[in-house]
């Protein structure tokens, strides 16, 4: 059995989209069970998840996507765990994918597929939908250079999960903190580029900020152990506000997007995010709560 763990916030319309392509998956050969684990919604998901058989709605009161799916693993029956986001649509073959992977390589322990931006308008994009579409999720790169996989598209074998042990709680990047503890235990990540998911991209530039908060923050209590740490963070800042222009190569070159128009609005994305990761880091740097920027995800 294939247990497919879905963490939700607040999120009930994509939540409803991404059960119905659960449900629409194809070429199976195992049972499937899905569960839905609450994360403190002002309105829980019941009369969504009730709409669809098979789906399990819990509730996790302790905020942060780790401890979500940490509930979700501790219930599920499948001995192939598979993690998506509530805003996340799989794509049509996505679980038969992890399933033709783990039953053919039956050494591979842990998948990490491709993410995509599901655009609105493919012949227009918006300026969000442009920037993510080549600076967000590049879960190949992550899995090659850092050796781990996001968890909104990553499936892993239930015996190893339980040796690598759960997710960490929101004070921490949980998704990085995972996969390298399970890569120092000897369980590598394999990237899959037809396991694949597709992710909105954010309506508004807040919600993007909102990302960049937390992430900013974990990193920031990862370098604090580190000695000299306040000087490296600083040059370190000054240096992402002044990357956006190494990335005009990257952003000419990418096959996901097209025209000019595309492009310059993704290198405009890229302005906006750099300087404002760079004024988050600077107020780290001097004072500001790194706890405090990492709650802002579970915020009402």
């Not at 679980?95 to 931006?117: N, W």
Request: proline share 5%; net charge positive.
């Amino acid at each position: 059995m294939i247990s497919v763990i879905v963490p939700h916030l607040d999120q009930a319309e994509a939540l409803r989209s991404c059960l119905a392509s659960l449900r629409a998956q194809t070429g199976l050969g195992q049972e499937v069970e899905i569960i839905v684990v609450d994360n403190g919604s002002r309105v829980p998901p019941v009369e969504i998840c009730s709409a669809f058989p098979s789906v399990t709605l819990l509730s996790q009161p302790v905020p942060g996507p780790g401890p979500a799916r940490n509930l979700g693993v501790a219930s599920a029956k499948g001995d192939i765990l598979a993690f998506i986001d509530a805003d996340c649509i799989a794509g049509g073959g996505w679980l038969a994918e992890i399933e033709r992977c783990f039953s053919t390589h039956p050494d591979f322990a842990i998948l990490g597929g491709d993410v995509r931006i599901a655009c609105v308008d493919p012949n227009r994009l918006t300026l969000l939908e442009a920037y993510e579409s080549v600076f967000a999720y590049r879960m190949k790169e992550y899995i090659a250079k850092q050796g781990f996989t996001g968890t909104g598209n990553l499936a892993v074998r239930a015996e190893v999960f339980a040796a690598v042990g759960p997710f960490g709680g929101i004070e921490i990047a949980e998704d990085r903190d995972w996969g390298q503890r399970a890569l120092r235990l000897g369980y590598r990540t394999h990237y899959l580029p037809d396991m694949i998911v597709y992710h909105p991209a954010r309506k508004t530039l807040a919600e993007l900020a909102k990302k960049w908060e937390r992430h900013t923050a974990h990193d920031f209590v990862r370098i604090q152990s580190k000695r000299g740490w306040r000087l490296r963070w600083i040059l370190r800042s000054l240096a992402v506000a002044i990357s956006p222009a190494a990335e005009l190569l990257r952003i000419g070159r990418t096959d996901r997007l097209k025209g000019w128009r595309s492009r310059a609005l993704a290198f405009l994305g890229v302005v906006f995010v750099r300087c404002y990761r760079f004024w988050i880091m600077l107020a780290l740097a001097f004072g500001a709560s790194a706890p405090a920027w990492s709650a802002r995800w579970n915020r009402a």
